[in-house]
């Protein structure tokens, strides 16, 4: 018996429907497992060497969210970020700052660790970098790390290691790493593994932060605005004063 033309066309489309779901499942599915991985995040200028260390260290892609990379490496769960240049032109400051707000929000329960990278260069150009972008992640100071990249341009590792250490100790990050892309990653690795035993219960508040939620932000503003209004009602040069 031959089956007609019709029911053909509906298997057909069963079978469709059946693959659809499954991708769909298999999507949620992944998109679960990236949020409950416990991640460390790289942050840094752009050119710094995010990208070089998260590739270094051999990482696989399991997600993305926006320009934000996720991927492990054995235990390791590293987020390669973009640039955190906060510094430039107004419009591409607010729409970074506004990734990593969405960036923040998605993630504050799985980021574990926040990782500071600059290059290895002059140690004034290093403390200018680390600057830049400390200052918008201040309030998590107390349990920041920071990583040096390129260190195989140095001439003497242990001295400069040292040294480094001495000269940035006013920063107080937790820990400082060192990247030289010629020496096996396992030692960087099993470092950088002990940032979950460390600091167990690491939680992202924002509040008070720049990537604090828009809402937020805003009421402030609106308050802020108000009292200004109502002081200078009260005495017009305050208009002056408070611009
Ligand atoms: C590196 O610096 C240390 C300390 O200054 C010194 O003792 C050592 O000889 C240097 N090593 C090389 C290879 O230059």
């Not at 003497?156 to 100790?169: A, F, M, P, V």
């Not at 008070?208 to 009292?227: M, R």
């Amino acid at each position: 018996m031959a089956l007609s033309i019709l029911e053909i066309y509906a298997g057909f489309i069963i079978i469709l429907l059946v693959v659809i779901l499954g991708y769909l499942f298999f999507q949620a599915y992944k998109k679960n497992s990236v949020c409950s991985l416990k991640q460390l995040m790289l942050i840094g200028l752009a050119g710094v060497g995010k990208t070089l260390t998260y590739n270094y260290l051999q990482c696989k892609n399991i997600g993305q969210f926006e320009t934000f990379q996720i991927g492990t490496s054995g235990e390791l769960c590293l987020v390669d970020s973009p640039d955190m240049d906060l510094e430039s032109k107004y419009e591409k400051r607010e729409t970074r700052i506004k990734q990593f707000q969405q960036f923040f929000n998605k993630f504050k329960n799985t980021i574990n660790g926040l990782i500071i990278v600059v290059n290895f260069e002059r140690t004034d150009l290093m403390k200018q970098k680390i600057i830049k972008v400390l200052k918008y992640l201040k309030k998590f100071q107390p349990d920041l790390y920071l990583l040096i990249s390129n260190f195989d341009l140095s001439e003497n590792q242990s001295q400069d290691e040292q040294q480094l250490k001495e000269q940035l100790k006013l920063f107080k990050f937790k820990k400082i790493f060192f990247v030289d892309k010629y020496k096996d990653n396992s030692d960087l690795k099993q470092e950088l593994l002990q940032i979950y035993i460390e600091q167990p219960n690491f939680r992202i508040d924002l509040q008070d932060t720049i990537f604090e939620e828009i809402n937020k932000n805003d009421e402030e503003k609106c308050l802020q605005q108000l009292k200004n209004q109502m002081s200078s009602d009260n005495n017009p040069n305050d208009i002056l004063l408070s611009k």
